[in-house]
């Protein structure tokens, strides 16, 4: 392949990875993770809105474990998958602690940002098999948090709204 076409396939495949990664925080079309999760009372964040199932914090911890849970299959050979729903939603409604709803918001930016490196990884090839999965790549493991992620962060918004929380 002449060197001019590899340069050039390096910079496309650069320029896609740095758009995917990107996309893990980008709120371009809709409100992003940072702003669906800032300023909210913390009396808040354990009330469930009347006709849904769930509440911001178990909204919040879901999309921590959930993105977690995908981070870890995608990197680490000794995965050990989880048990579907159980392991997936906290155990009640409220934060456990004062301090667990900002604890939970930075482990998810913490591992949002460990996901946007593996994505930008000239090392790793995204339409790779996994090594250690039943046939995921890494771009679908990507893709896959980047849909959850959005459907989960609109609830959070109008959970908020319903619950009177956000801003006008």
Do not use: C
Not at 97 to 121: G, H, I, Q
């Amino acid at each position: 392949m002449p060197i001019e076409r590899e340069r050039r396939l390096a910079g496309q495949n650069t320029g896609m990875r740095a758009q995917i990664a990107k996309a893990l925080d980008w709120g371009e079309a809709h409100a992003d993770f940072d702003k669906a999760v800032e300023g909210l009372a913390p009396e808040l964040r354990g009330h469930r809105a009347d006709g849904l199932p769930h509440s911001l914090w178990e909204i919040l911890e879901h999309l921590r474990i959930a993105q977690h849970d995908i981070l870890d299959f995608s990197r680490n050979p000794d995965y050990e998958e989880r048990k579907w729903p159980d392991d997936y939603w906290p155990p009640t409604p409220a934060p456990p602690t004062p301090t667990a709803w900002d604890e939970s918001v930075a482990a998810f930016k913490r591992d949002r940002d460990d996901f946007k490196a593996l994505t930008t990884d000239p090392a790793i090839e995204l339409t790779a098999r996994i090594p250690h999965g039943k046939g995921q790549t890494y771009l679908r493991e990507v893709l896959l948090v980047l849909d959850h992620n959005a459907y989960h962060v609109a609830e959070l918004v109008v959970i908020r709204r319903l619950l009177g929380a956000w801003p006008a």
